[in-house]
């Protein structure tokens, strides 16, 4: 039974931080890839970051680049997603995904099991 279970959302205020975790579970292979996707009301769900599991790359939107940073335990059983300088554009819920196999990080069709979301909202 696989499980992907995120926490730490919450409101604050912009130029603030927040950390996310994603507590996975059950996935039967170690997955390839680990993402973080955002979910704005009346929009598209967005790629924001992602790590290859096997050769520790990491990938950014444009838009956190430089903010945001994504990590794993060395178990690979919790992702991170360490949020800094959060603007009123991050608000948004956020999803953590696994993808078994390749394919682009951006796309929520390459990914294999989600999470339930954890929602972020900031307030100017």
């Known amino acids: 039974h696989v499980q992907l279970v995120e926490s730490g959302g919450g409101s604050v205020q912009a130029g603030g931080s927040l950390r996310l975790s994603c507590a996975v579970s059950?996935?039967?292979?170690?997955?390839?890839?680990m993402g973080w996707f955002r979910q704005a009301p009346g929009k598209g769900r967005e790629g924001v970051a992602a790590?290859?599991?096997?050769?520790?790359?990491?990938y950014y939107a444009d838009s956190v680049r430089g903010r945001f940073a994504i990590s794993q335990d060395t178990g690979n059983d919790t992702l991170y997603l360490q949020m800094n300088s959060l603007n009123t554009g991050d608000t948004a819920m956020y999803y953590c995904?696994?993808?078994?196999?390749?394919?682009?990080?951006?796309?929520?069709?390459?990914?294999?099991?989600w999470g339930q979301g954890t929602q972020v909202t900031v307030s100017s």
């Open positions: 059950g996935v039967p292979t170690n997955p390839y890839r």
């Open positions: 790590r290859n599991t096997l050769t520790g790359r990491l």
């Open positions: 995904a696994a993808a078994r196999y390749g394919g682009d990080w951006t796309r929520p069709d390459d990914y294999d099991y």
